[in-house]
DNA sequence: ATGTCACTCAACGAGTGA
């Protein structure tokens, strides 16, 4: 089974590109982040006649994700909020396929650091991390991909130095992505290119994708029953260079 | 040279978020 997760900055502003990617690389699930619709742009059409079911947790302008699933691909849907019911803020689809939860996430920015943003991207984790935990301690096969919006390690960034002070590389944000990891979960990436300097986002400014001035915030993590059956990881730099891009990659996992 | 982009609201630019 081929998945993928990709941050597209506004799905209306992206729909060529998105769509065309999907056309030649069919994935059988993919997680789309940032949508910045609440339905009205969102190309339910299009994206169905390429052969795709849409799950969309959106809102207007801002944040927002959808699940996308091969049509004959039997799932359910799990849930589309994290915190409660309603949610303010669209960042989560939950699936289940074959008996593996799959979670779309895309996590507060948190910038400014400190900030009501940061608070609450904090409380947002915390959320997160109790679900996860619960999984891992009832051994619920899991997924999650999507914005983390977290920088693991220095090796995830051009300059380390560049990103101290920000919401994305706080002491007490790495600390959260390496809970999951010390929990038992497994950064896919880092399973075939432990030390590989691979970006996923490029910021549209100063020239950064020219730079390789990146940083890789887009993750997927597998619980250990996924792990035993994780085929490859690789992340589809290409989309960056085209016209009009998202500042994000598509990351693309294979799993049996 | 903080060198960008996409959104909303009420306009034809300012403010916000990333």
Redesign the pocket.
């Known amino acids: 089974m081929k998945m993928i997760s990709w941050n597209v900055?506004?799905i209306?502003?992206r729909k060529e590109i998105v769509l065309d990617w999907l056309e030649s690389h069919k994935p059988d699930v993919a997680f789309l982040q940032e949508l910045?619709?609440d339905g009205e742009?969102y190309p339910f059409d299009e994206i169905e006649a390429l052969g795709y079911v849409s799950e969309v947790n959106g809102q207007?302008?801002?944040?927002g994700v959808a699940t996308l699933v091969k049509k004959g691909i039997e799932y359910t849907l799990i849930s589309k909020a994290l915190l409660e019911e309603p949610e303010e803020q669209a960042r989560f689809v939950e699936v289940e396929i074959d008996g593996i939860r799959m979670i779309n996430i895309y996590a507060?920015?948190g910038?400014p650091q400190p900030s009501e943003?940061y608070d609450y991207k904090l409380r947002w984790y915390q959320k997160l991390e109790d679900k996860l935990s619960t999984y891992m301690r009832n051994e619920t096969p899991f997924l999650i991909g999507g914005d983390f919006n977290i920088i693991p390690e220095n090796k995830d960034c051009y300059d380390p130095n560049a990103w101290q002070g920000d919401a994305l590389f706080t002491k007490e944000i790495r600390d959260i992505y390496r809970r999951m990891i010390n929990s038992g979960m497994v950064d896919a990436f880092r399973v075939f290119d432990s030390n590989a300097l691979n970006y996923t986002f490029w910021d549209?400014?100063?020239?950064a994708w020219?730079r390789n001035n990146g940083i890789r915030i887009d993750h997927f993590l597998l619980s250990p029953y996924v792990t035993d059956r994780l085929k490859g990881c690789v992340i589809d730099k290409e989309p960056r260079a085209l016209d009009?891009p998202s500042d994000h990659v598509p990351v693309i996992l294979e799993i049996n």
């Open positions: 900055n506004s209306k502003a910045k619709t742009h207007k302008g801002y944040a507060p920015n910038n943003k549209y400014q100063a020239g020219q009009k």
